[in-house]
């Protein structure tokens, strides 16, 4: 069994993640974007450990997750692993000695999120530029984008993070995951844990897995649903391909500038529960 | 500026080393070896940290140095980064403040090291295999590869670590930094420093510059000293060739099982000194 802490598992899942290739549409061991590279995950993943090192400590769920976002952000490439450190953090909190956080741990992490915890959360949105949907269009005052100007309409209506999140859910992958009990996280860690070969080639398994599974919400965002279905569509026809096909679909979508982010962050957290279970590196 | 801390710094300095490319004969971001990946690298990183974070808080050199040998060691892969952070370990002990440690901090912690160090030094031994040449004849106690058997005779002899280090600089090139105040390290720092472009092609770039100025101990010592002069000749006929020529020398070494590991580790050092100087990722 490793001797790593959470923190480290949790880095380490990060690290995992961006080097697993093929990846279609995202920065992996093979490939950059334009202005995001390989180098600013791996400064994004160092950075980000005194935030989930809090979490571990049992600091609260908001403010160990800015002060991840926080570290992760110093670096030029921008956003490298917000949504991923938005799974990751809960999860380390959960955890509790050396094996996996279980669901019920998870679950209660979530339940106790305050309303603090909403507003950390909204400060986070001022270290770096994250791409999100428009608000619900009942509530424009909780529009993330406003960061921390929006701290005192959240503190108003007195909502917690894990509320915050289920008005989400329905169009964020990642608030997805927090309102359904990481369901995909679990499940895909059991595909990496029931996986053999090198580490980074079932990372890339799972990722497609994944994104066959279920369109990406980035993507939906960024170029609407009919796009995002059609990735998906075309990734679960590869599943059983030969590596050269997952290669040229990863060429394209990273051509055509589409980049399923929510899936590599579901990866990320899938990794992280993998490494806490024993999966080996 | 960056926030990273020092032990951060380290530890993205091991990241960013592995992942530049191409690094002749080396595991980096598009080759693995056969028992050596990528990812072990990644792991072996994340292991280290708390060691270096003990050398930032001003633990012991030797002690600090064995805790991240340790960490590094927590992966499959063997030996990673055992070299760059015989480097790294002095560095960040020696660093005050955000700037880069000066060489005549480098000298003190060096010359300020005891005898407890270098049992510490030897009991790292004990953690990982290392490839190492035949000890001195005059000193066959000494043996590293004893690890902590060897460590009775070290207490009797009363020798130091960095004596210890300046018994093998002949044939180390990473006890010779150490006898030589971090010479090369600092040298390549300038040169990170003054290039321009993505880091890791100036990684890419630094590790082939210091390949060409000097031969490599450790593919002396596994290869002997003629096929390690050989390679750095032909090194030193690509610092201004074309991407594809290097690529080509870099399959070739790969293919040979020649790997440079010695100018992974001054690459490493030199990197998290360029870190500290404010070079941006």
Excluded: C
């Excluded at 993640?17 to 400064?43: I, M, Q, S, W, Y």
């Excluded at 929006?150 to 909502?159: N, T």
């Excluded at 580490?199 to 890339?204: C, G, N, P, V």
């Amino acid at each position: 069994m490793s001797q790593r802490t959470p923190a480290q598992a949790a880095e380490l899942a990060l690290l995992l993640e961006v080097a697993g290739t093929p990846k279609p549409g995202n920065v992996d061991r093979h490939r950059d974007l334009d202005d995001l590279r390989f180098e600013h995950f791996l400064a994004g993943a160092v950075g980000a450990r005194p935030g989930l090192a809090a979490a571990a400590a049992g600091d609260p769920v908001g403010e160990s997750f800015e002060r991840a976002v926080a570290g992760m952000a110093d670096q030029r490439g921008g956003n490298t692993q917000f949504g991923a450190l938005l799974l990751l953090v809960p999860l380390v909190a959960a955890t509790e000695g050396d094996g996996p956080p279980s669901r019920d741990a998870v679950e209660r992490v979530l339940a106790e999120t305050t309303v603090a915890d909403a507003a950390a959360f909204y400060r986070a949105f001022d270290h770096v530029a994250v791409l999100v949907g428009e608000p619900p269009a009942d509530a424009p005052d909780l529009d993330v984008r406003r960061g921390s100007d929006a701290v005192p309409d959240v503190e108003a209506r007195g909502i917690s993070l894990a509320a915050v999140m289920e008005r989400s859910a329905p169009k964020d992958g990642v608030a997805a995951e927090w309102s359904n009990g990481f369901e995909r996280t679990f499940a895909s860690a059991d595909r990496l844990a029931a996986g053999d070969g090198p580490i980074l080639d079932r990372t890339a398994d799972t990722f497609l897995a994944l994104l066959a599974d279920e369109p990406d919400s980035l993507v939906a965002t960024k170029h609407g649903d009919d796009v995002a279905r059609s990735v998906s569509e075309r990734a679960s026809t590869l599943l059983d391909a030969p590596r050269a096909d997952v290669e040229a679909f990863a060429d394209d979508l990273v051509k055509g500038g589409i980049n399923p982010g929510t899936t590599a962050d579901v990866t990320a957290a899938a990794l992280y529960v993998a490494l806490q279970r024993g999966v080996p590196v």
